[in-house]
């Protein structure tokens, strides 16, 4: 039986600023921790230290997260170590190192409030989405059960399912009738175990959608075969025909900095349902961004989320890591 979300972020207390997790193989990109798994337990384990060691603070909600991802993350146990940066009346900052045999992967800055009590000024700028998302869905109760309804439809037969274990642990509502720009994704999101979005969710929910950069990919390159084409046509020749899309190499996308802005806070009971709108506006040089808005049922915005990341093959995912006895005077090097 596939582990829950709230197995896969578990965290267990080792000391008053240590915890502990366990890293999942049914929650990994290949042989790498999903970076939304990792950002969801670095919420758990903020959670769990404003609930007991900070419990005075009277502070448990995380507003703000930056997460730096130095190596990558494995399957197994993980050592998280908190600082206390600067404890305050309205908001408290911790720091998280994240630690794997000895190696500093992630390292986080994470700041919490009471969004219960906290006041201010408070504006409507008029801001909306551009372009504007797809219609929701008519209802969800029908979209859970059957998989679509009028406006939406349930993401089937993604690429490389056996190494990309996370992305099956949600179920991906897309709209019916296609995505409104190339570079833009809207989606309903639930968990495939029936399980509620809890608070941490939302740092899983900030990582997880199709991939849009494979679609950009064969979208250029149908351009560039096009005008091969012409070429062919032209010079009577067979050069620069385009390789078949099952030919075409897996990519890995690491994440390299995270940042989450929490504007609501969900209930204590989780929600069923997020509505996920993803965009990127510049890719270069194998480096890209993501600009990710996080929506629960009614249209509020739950979070904002920003996302800096590379685009590699995906040998460099589940190439073998340093160990020991094979340290290098290069050990410091990130292993990205």
Same mark, same amino acid.
């Given at each position: 039986?596939?582990?829950?979300?709230?197995?896969?972020?578990?965290?267990? %207390?080792?000391?008053? /600023?240590?915890?502990?997790?366990?890293?999942?193989?049914?929650?990994?990109?290949?042989?790498?921790?999903?970076?939304?798994?990792?950002?969801?337990?670095?919420?758990?384990? %903020?959670?769990?230290?404003?609930?007991?060691?900070?419990?005075?603070?009277?502070?448990?909600?995380?507003?703000?997260?930056?997460?730096?991802?130095? +190596?990558?993350?494995?399957?197994?146990?993980?050592?998280?170590?908190?600082?206390?940066?600067?404890?305050?009346?309205?908001?408290?900052?911790? /720091?998280?190192?994240?630690? *794997?045999?000895?190696?500093?992967?992630?390292?986080?800055?994470?700041?919490?409030?009471?969004? %219960?009590?906290?006041?201010?000024?408070?504006? *409507?700028?008029?801001?909306?989405?551009?372009?504007?998302?797809?219609?929701?869905?008519?209802?969800?109760?029908?979209?859970?059960?059957?998989? @679509?309804?009028?406006?939406?439809?349930?993401?089937?037969?993604?690429? #490389?399912?056996?190494? +990309?274990?996370?992305?099956?642990?949600?179920?991906?509502?897309?709209?019916? #009738?296609?995505?409104?720009?190339?570079?833009?994704?809207?989606?309903?999101?639930?968990? @495939?175990?029936?399980?509620?979005?809890?608070?941490?969710?939302?740092?899983?929910?900030?990582?997880?959608?199709?991939?849009?950069?494979?679609?950009?990919?064969? +979208?250029? *390159?149908?351009?560039?075969?096009?005008? *091969?084409?012409?070429?062919?046509?032209?010079?009577?020749?067979?050069?620069?025909?385009?390789?078949?899309?099952?030919?075409?190499?897996?990519?890995?996308?690491?994440?390299?900095?995270?940042?989450?802005?929490?504007?609501?806070?969900?209930?204590?009971?989780?929600?069923?349902?997020?509505?996920?709108?993803?965009?990127?506006? /510049?890719?270069?040089?194998?480096?890209?961004?993501?600009?990710?808005?996080?929506?629960?049922?009614?249209?509020?915005?739950? %979070?904002?989320? #920003? /996302?800096?990341?590379?685009?590699?093959?995906?040998?460099?995912?589940?190439?073998?890591?340093?160990?020991?006895?094979?340290?290098?005077?290069?050990?410091?090097?990130?292993?990205?």
């Amino acid at each position: 039986m596939t582990p829950t979300f709230a197995k896969a972020t578990a965290v267990q %207390a080792t000391g008053s /600023h240590t915890y502990t997790a366990n890293f999942l193989s049914e929650w990994c990109i290949g042989s790498v921790t999903h970076g939304g798994v990792v950002t969801a337990t670095l919420l758990r384990v %903020a959670t769990t230290h404003f609930s007991s060691t900070l419990a005075r603070q009277n502070q448990p909600h995380t507003i703000t997260l930056h997460a730096e991802f130095l +190596r990558r993350t494995r399957i197994g146990p993980a050592t998280f170590t908190v600082r206390d940066m600067k404890l305050g009346r309205q908001t408290s900052t911790i /720091h998280i190192t994240l630690t *794997q045999d000895g190696r500093e992967e992630v390292v986080a800055y994470v700041t919490n409030a009471n969004m %219960a009590t906290e006041s201010g000024l408070t504006i *409507q700028t008029g801001w909306t989405p551009n372009p504007p998302p797809p219609a929701p869905p008519v209802d969800l109760a029908r979209l859970a059960a059957d998989g @679509e309804d009028a406006n939406w439809v349930v993401l089937k037969n993604l690429p #490389h399912p056996k190494l +990309r274990k996370a992305v099956n642990r949600v179920r991906i509502h897309v709209p019916r #009738h296609g995505q409104a720009r190339p570079n833009v994704i809207d989606e309903w999101l639930r968990l @495939e175990s029936g399980e509620r979005f809890p608070a941490e969710g939302v740092g899983f929910v900030s990582d997880i959608w199709p991939q849009m950069l494979e679609g950009l990919v064969k +979208r250029q *390159q149908g351009a560039a075969d096009v005008t *091969q084409t012409v070429v062919r046509k032209s010079t009577g020749t067979n050069e620069g025909e385009s390789k078949n899309e099952s030919e075409l190499p897996w990519l890995w996308y690491p994440t390299l900095v995270l940042n989450l802005d929490v504007k609501k806070a969900l209930p204590p009971e989780g929600v069923e349902w997020l509505h996920v709108r993803v965009e990127s506006k /510049h890719v270069q040089n194998g480096r890209y961004d993501y600009e990710v808005i996080i929506f629960d049922e009614a249209g509020d915005i739950i %979070a904002l989320s #920003h /996302h800096v990341a590379m685009v590699l093959e995906g040998t460099r995912n589940t190439a073998a890591r340093k160990t020991d006895k094979t340290k290098t005077k290069n050990e410091s090097k990130s292993k990205i």
